[in-house]
Each structure stands twice: as structure tokens, then as C-alpha cells.
């Protein structure tokens, strides 16, 4: 049986969010037109753009992220491979 937690996300989660971010098809992003760098990444990420932000974790392994936004949207991303 598969264990699956959500954690909210912290610091040193960051580049994991970034590889994920890197992994998805430019056409499925919201946020940005073009691929920002990892700094404006990490001030994306440090201004809490999202009113719930957390990992997903599959038997202790990072898998993808799941969000909750301001206007209650649901935005999930699986990383390649999960």
C-alpha cells in the first residue's frame, strides 16, 4: 500500500519546485509566458502567491506540488516518472 502525504511547502523545497517547473509543457503555464530564472522562481515562490502550497510525497518521495489559489482553484503537477 502507497503512502501519500501532502506537506506545505518550505525552503528547502524550492528546487524541487523548479525542477518540476522545468518539466512542464509551456503551454500549461499560468503564471509566466516564458521560463523564469531560478531567482524569480524563488521570489514567485517567497511572495506566497498561493492561499495553500504543498508537496506531494509518495512513500517519502517528492512526486509533484498541489495549490490551492486565492480565488479557490486547484492546481496539481506530477513531476516525470510519478
Known amino acids: 500500500m502507497e503512502k501519500i502525504d501532502f506537506l ?3 525552503e528547502s523545497d524550492y ?3 523548479y525542477d518540476l517547473l522545468l518539466q512542464r ?3 500549461a503555464n499560468i503564471s509566466h509566458k516564458k521560463m523564469p530564472t531560478y531567482e524569480e ?3 514567485f515562490v517567497k511572495s506566497q502567491p498561493y492561499a495553500r502550497w504543498y508537496i506531494i510525497e509518495v512513500n517519502n518521495e517528492k512526486v509533484g506540488s498541489i ?3 486565492h480565488e ?3 492546481g496539481i503537477f ?3 516518472g510519478s
Open 8 to 10: 506545505l511547502i518550505k
Open 15 to 17: 528546487q524541487f519546485l
Open 25 to 27: 509543457n509551456s503551454d
Open 41 to 43: 522562481h524563488l521570489k
Open 67 to 69: 495549490y490551492l489559489t
Open 72 to 74: 479557490n482553484e486547484i
Open 78 to 80: 506530477l513531476g516525470e
